[in-house]
């Protein structure tokens, strides 16, 4: 099967520097700090790479360049051929490569706006990309969303803040397949929710992988997750990828030191109890 995703040589460099003239009158120099140092992974049709590691090891600086909300310093990421960061595409080819990738943000609670009814969050994508003729077919759309995520059509005249946790996570990923994509970065998806919770979103987000033929960049820095959820696993430390295998593989014979650390600090991921179905 072919690569449906790729990321080529992928770097990204922050200017750490005080301001030019504190720099002149102190004599310091400037600071760089190389968040992802030429990362290269690939990702097939349909299957799910998950990226691990420690916080600051890069993970979430190459998920936001991955649905082009960063730019890279150096390297590409290609999605089906096509280089998102291409500066040569007209606005109109940004856009429908755009179209096809999402992400899921770690908070439900800061991604969504607070002021906004769900129906109105959710109509947004499809008014962006003129997905929908008509304000019939664009509550249609809303309706569907919310009973593909198990949400009920009635819950669009609500507001975030009368939902849970878990719930507020489920309009994030009605909010993410509103556009219709193929690509999805899931950004600790359920981190921020009680373990009760966490189980019901992964499976949600492992059906509509089956039902739409998803493909999935899963960050995370629990082990005992992706070895249910990935079919591969990269393992990030300090901005470079030090390990990468399919997950079972990784999981009962990891190489590095660094992976056999991550694995030990999670006693759950030995554990042969499922986790989600």
Known sequence: MSDFIRVEQLSRRFDLSEPWLVRMIYRKPRRFLDAVDNVSFAIERGKTYALVGESGSGKSTIARIAVGLLGPSSGRILIDGHNLHDRGLSEAEHRRIRQRLQMVFQSPYASLNPRWRVGNILAEPLRTFSLVDGRQAEQKRVNELLEQVGLSASDARRFPHEFSGGQRQRISIARALASRPDF??????????????????????????????????????????????????????????????????????????????????????????????
Request: net charge negative.
């Open 184 to 277: 999805i970065v899931c950004d600790e998806p359920t981190s921020a929710l009680d373990v009760s919770v966490q189980a019901q979103v992964l499976n949600l987000l492992k059906e509509l992988q089956r039902d739409l033929g998803l493909t999935y960049l899963f960050i995370t820095h629990d082990l005992a997750v992706v070895r249910v959820m990935a079919h591969t696993i990269g393992v990030l430390k300090s901005g470079q990828l030090v390990e990468e295998q399919d997950t079972a593989t990784l999981i009962e014979s990891p190489k590095s030191d660094y992976t056999k650390m991550l694995i030990r600090s999670a006693p759950r991921i030995r554990d042969d109890r499922p986790i989600i179905n």
